[in-house]
């Protein structure tokens, strides 16, 4: 069991610019989460995939995020003309069953 | 909405002594799941225990014991033999189901510090 594996774990960008997170889920895990987190806060949810369908999307979504999940594999998750909203850590996270496994977050600072 | 309340931002324990974090809801499931995650300073959000809503034996695992009280809809995590590395955020967690998923709702959180 690898775990669930993210990367780059940290990324600073410029205000305006485009990032992408990458997630890993445990293999044979078929749900995968997005989530947002920022300091003293419980994570919130932003998106989940079953296989390589995204069945669910929080309204915290807006139109400057996408995801994506390839063949029910790895996901994306792409973040377009960032803000300084957005710095915050990105957890993704995977299940086979209603326990959730979490990776170590990706963490992102817009300047 | 399911909601998830811990209502303790910040405790503390000396190292050896019992702690117990508190933690209620919200929902109109008779069935679910209820989490309890720990999360240490700039590290990775680890699950420490999980409870079945449908089983009345509280759940425990080592030093981690929960206190169920459907009914109250309470769900508080006791610490036994606190340890210098149990010092983290800890977020009690209710999975909303629907579509398949298992979102999780999160409390606040408890930001929990081990004395030495």
């Not at chain 2, 919200?26 to 699950?47: A, G, H, V």
């Amino acid at each position: 069991d690898t775990g669930v594996s993210q990367n780059p774990r940290h990324k600073i960008t410029k205000r305006g610019q485009n990032v992408t997170f990458r997630c890993d889920p445990i293999s044979e895990h078929n749900r995968l989460y997005w989530y947002r987190q920022t300091l003293g806060q419980g994570p919130e949810f932003l998106t989940y995939f079953q296989n390589e369908a995204q069945l669910e999307k929080s309204r915290l979504l807006s139109d400057r995020f996408s995801a994506e999940r390839p063949k029910g594999s790895f996901s994306t998750l792409e973040i377009q003309r960032t803000e300084q909203g957005d710095s915050a850590m990105y957890l993704c996270a995977s299940s086979l069953t209603p326990t959730i496994y979490f990776g170590e977050g990706s963490w992102l600072t817009v300047v | 909405a399911q909601t998830v309340t811990q209502s303790q931002p910040e405790m503390s324990v000396q190292e050896a002594e019992t702690v117990t974090l508190s933690c209620t809801y919200d929902t109109s499931e008779s069935n679910y799941y209820l989490f309890w995650y720990k999360q240490p300073p700039s590290r990775q959000m680890i699950l420490v225990i999980r409870q079945e809503a449908y089983k009345q034996q509280n759940a425990t695992e080592n030093r981690f014991s929960v206190n169920f009280q459907k009914a109250a809809k309470s769900f508080s995590l006791k610490i036994s033999d606190s340890q210098l590395g149990d010092t983290a955020m800890y977020f009690c967690a209710y999975p909303r189901s629907g579509a398949g998923s298992y979102q999780l709702t999160f409390g606040k959180g408890t930001k929990l510090s081990v004395i030495p």
